[in-house]
């Protein structure tokens, strides 16, 4: 059977209206999805109609009436060969109609395209599969009980046996091991020590730190703070006029000269006479 393809406008007539903007219609009368069929609404009849043309886009030619078969007159409708102008933004209304139509859908159908899975958590290591801290002399004792094994027990001595690859400076692959791991340990060693001396000394600082204010206080108390004055005074001569050499001479109470200072109070009372006089005389 053949296949029917859609008819083609290759009609430059248009209906010599004013072209029909996209962005004045609603969003659902037409379809501008890319890689489907356009279409739209026709505004006078009001049925869906393909929109033809590649640069000129136009309604498609179409009858008022869908009943042209059943004996009905064929006329045309007005919104034929209706100049279509896309005028919007297709990939926002592309975003804006997959929305709606999400929200349309119900419940029960709004599934995710891809299901995501919550990883279930690893399983925990075995306690005897735990490997523990290596140091210097653990990978050392390692190394040494293997070679030893390997190299002082012959094939003929009583015993368990160990590795007989280990034989001068080839190892097998757990001498290998045991060997890189020595190595590493031993290659990592100043560095270890430069913190263990160092977490040593903040300790002592900190300890330092913590114990000096009690045992100044204990000396102090020992000693005892006028006992102490006392001993000083006595080995130094005294400053006339001081009390002591920490507190410093001490600071007449009087003046020295007694009519200077009165005459002296008496010039400033009249001062600050005459300037209170001025100051409410402006006033």
């Not at 969003?27 to 505004?43: L, Q, T």
């Not at 995710?112 to 210097?136: C, D, G, H």
Request: hydrophobic share 30%.
């Amino acid at each position: 059977m053949p296949r029917i393809r859609p008819g083609r406008n290759r009609s430059k007539n248009t209906n010599r209206r004013a072209a029909l903007l996209l962005s004045k219609m609603a969003p659902e009368d037409f379809n501008v999805r890319p890689g489907e069929v356009k279409s739209i609404a026709c505004p006078d009849c009001r049925t869906w109609r393909r929109i033809m043309g590649d640069k000129v886009l136009k309604i498609r030619e179409h009858c008022v009436s869908d009943k042209v078969a059943e004996g009905e007159k064929h006329a045309l409708c007005p919104g034929t060969d209706q100049v279509v102008e896309i005028d919007i933004d297709v990939r926002k209304w592309q975003v804006e109609q997959d929305r709606l139509l999400r929200d349309a859908m119900p419940q029960d159908n709004r599934r995710a395209a891809q299901q995501f899975y919550k990883p279930l958590p690893a399983p925990a290591t075995p306690v005897s599969r735990m490997n523990a801290e290596i140091t210097l002399e653990s990978a050392r004792q390692a190394y040494l009980t293997h070679r030893t094994r390997s190299v002082g027990l012959g094939r003929s001595a009583a015993g368990p046996q160990g590795c007989i690859r280990c034989i001068g400076k080839e190892h097998c692959t757990d001498g290998r091991v045991l060997a890189r791991r020595y190595v590493l340990a031993l290659q990592e060693e100043p560095a270890r020590r430069e913190a263990r001396e160092q977490l040593e000394r903040q300790e002592q600082r900190a300890t330092r730190k913590q114990t000096a204010p009690a045992v100044r206080k204990a000396q102090w108390a020992k000693r005892g703070g006028e006992a102490v004055e006392k001993a000083n005074n006595s080995c130094a001569e005294r400053i006339s006029g001081s009390l002591s050499e920490f507190r410093g001479p001490g600071l007449p109470k009087e003046p020295e000269h007694l009519e200077r200072h009165d005459r002296r109070q008496a010039e400033l009372g009249e001062h600050y006479a005459a300037r209170k006089a001025a100051a409410s005389s402006a006033a």
